[in-house]
Structures are given as C-alpha cells and as structure tokens.
T-cell receptor
C-alpha cells in the first residue's frame, strides 16, 4: 500500500482564492482526520470522519473551512476564501479502527500571499 | 479530551537510553496510550501504543503506570535520527489530538 496520499504537496495561492486539499486514505481504514500545523498553534485537529461521516468539526476555525468525504477513498478540505493566516502545513491521517495507530500523509504546505 | 503534560524539551547523549515521560491523569478506561514523533520537515509517525501492559517494538518500549495516569516512552539506545518532537496522546473512542510534545535533542 502506498500509504496516505495527500495532494498537492505545496500550494501557493493569492488571498481570496479557493484552495482545495486532497487526501486518499489507506484502503480499508474507517477513520480519517484532518490537522493543521503552525509554529504558533502546533498540531491542531480540524475535523474527523468515521465511515465517511463527519463526527467532530469543532476544530474547524471558521466557516471558510469545509471538509467532505464523499467515499471511503477520498476526502477534501476546502478553504474559501483563503487568507494569509491560513498558511500552514495540513496533514491528513487514516486509522483502521478506533484506537488503532494513525498513518499520516506527507502533508500539504499551503502559503497564502 | 484527555489532557497530557510532557516536558517541553529533553537532551540525551547519543547511544544512551532516553526516558520520555507523559502525564495523562484524565485518561478514560478505554483509551489506548499512543506515542508519535515528528522528525524535522516530516509528518507525524507512529511509534508505539498500549492499553495497560508494557509494550515493546523495534522502535521503542512503552511503560505504563499501574493506574494508567502516566506513561514513559523508552528509546533504548538513542541515535541522531531519533531527534524529533515526541507526542503522547490518549486515544480510543474519541479524537486523536496532540499537545505540544517534547523536543528531544541528541548530543553526538
């Protein structure tokens, strides 16, 4: 298995533009987590899904952020409109079952100018 | 969410054992204790996890207190490649979250 795949690896966009980050979890894993990491705030959980259903989105910072998981093999995190303070590294992780080990993707480094 | 307390930083000499402590006094009975580490410019990677008994794998050992309110990650022989931020996190039925972790520096 190729592991958790995130795309793009790097994204540079202008303020106000829509940004879509993508994540392909490991096949058969039933939980998916999205995180944001900055120097100031560390590694923050944004939202997580169980069996494609959003369970807790309390970490999503604003309405500008949205996440979907239309099927078990794909998830997106969208920011619309983007702002410079959204610049961060975004990680997704998939977990095979509750309490199991998490497998992280390589992350997407987002820069909003 | 279960709260965790870890030292901000630790140093160790190369090829010496390292004991990284974590307090998780509000852990629930069904939470596993997970440890992850993050090397510079990389995503977090799994190290080890356990429920009650001590656990060993090729990377490390995990010692869990009898009351489960604390645990210690043990690197038996630290190398320069072990320099990273180490996170502990109780995780079971809820969400996997991370505190500030311990930045481990290995001195050659």
């Amino acid at each position: 298995d190729a592991g958790v795949i995130q795309s793009p690896r790097h994204e540079v966009t202008e303020m106000g533009q829509e940004v879509t980050l993508r994540c392909k979890p490991i096949s058969g894993h039933n939980s998916l987590f999205w995180y944001r990491q900055t120097m100031m705030r560390g590694l923050e959980l944004l939202i997580y899904f169980n069996n494609n259903v959003p369970i807790d989105d309390s970490g999503m910072p604003e309405d500008r952020f949205s996440a979907k998981m239309p099927n078990a093999s794909f998830s997106t995190l969208k920011i619309q409109p983007s702002e410079p303070r959204d610049s961060a590294v975004y990680f997704c992780a998939s977990i095979p079952y509750r309490g199991g080990r998490a497998f992280f993707g390589q992350g997407t480094r987002l820069t909003v100018v | 969410d279960a709260k965790t307390t870890q030292p901000n930083s630790m140093e160790s000499n190369e090829e010496e054992p390292v004991h990284l402590p974590c307090n998780h006094s509000t852990i629930s009975g069904t939470d596993y204790i997970h440890w992850y580490r993050q090397l510079p410019s990389q995503g977090p990677e799994y190290v080890i996890h356990g429920l009650t008994s001590n656990v060993n794998n090729r990377m490390a050992s995990l010692a869990i207190a009898e009351d489960r309110k604390s645990s210690t990650l043990i690197l038996h022989r630290a190398t320069l490649r072990d320099a990273a931020v180490y996170y502990c996190s109780p995780f079971g039925n809820e969400k996997l979250t991370f505190g500030t972790g311990t930045r481990l520096t290995i001195i050659p």
